[in-house]
């Protein structure tokens, strides 16, 4: 009686580990669904990219610790970047620098076959023009350059959220 009572409950445990693993996702379609999701993201101009490194003109990478973001939301830009370079002029107290947020100019986007998308836009604070160049791959990675008027052009990586 206690033989059948075990080999019924192995079962039971087999069966539901078995649905278990048959349930969940395959590493294809999990990435599909990133693919999907990031595309969507990008087509609704509201997104967010969480940047992980700092690529500066002159001098090594830099590996941030603190959270940093660049985030399109409809036709606005909120910049929460760090700044590492020379800077031409500026005002007195060093300003702002790459945090800021302000309106949207001259936004475009275009899609490649492979899902890629490259986004361009202009804008401006009270410092400061800047020109932000956004690639952005299918697999929510990112790369963003940003080039101003009076301070040296720096790169950014990260990834979509």
Do not use: C, W
Not at 54 to 66: C, D, I, M, Q
Not at 95 to 114: Q, S, T, V
Not at 136 to 154: A, D, H, L
């Amino acid at each position: 009686m206690k033989t059948n009572l075990r080999i019924t409950f192995l079962l039971f445990l087999l069966i539901v580990g078995i649905s278990d693993i048959i349930g969940q996702p395959t590493k294809k379609e999990r990435k599909e669904q990133r693919e999907k999701e990031v595309k969507e993201q990008i087509i609704s101009e509201n997104y967010k990219i969480n940047v992980s490194t700092a690529y500066p003109r002159r001098g090594k990478s830099v590996h941030l610790t603190s959270p940093y973001s660049l985030e399109i939301r409809n036709d606005s830009v909120f910049s929460y970047l760090p700044f590492y370079g020379r800077a031409y002029n500026i005002p007195y107290g060093g300003g702002d620098g790459l945090i800021f947020k302000a309106p949207i100019h001259e936004y475009k986007m275009e899609m490649n076959k492979r899902g890629a998308a490259k986004v361009e836009f202009v804008t401006r604070n009270n410092e400061d023009r800047f020109q932000f160049s956004l690639n952005i791959y299918s697999n929510g990675s990112t790369s963003i350059n940003v080039y101003m008027q009076n301070r040296e052009s720096i790169s950014f990586s990260g990834e979509v959220d």
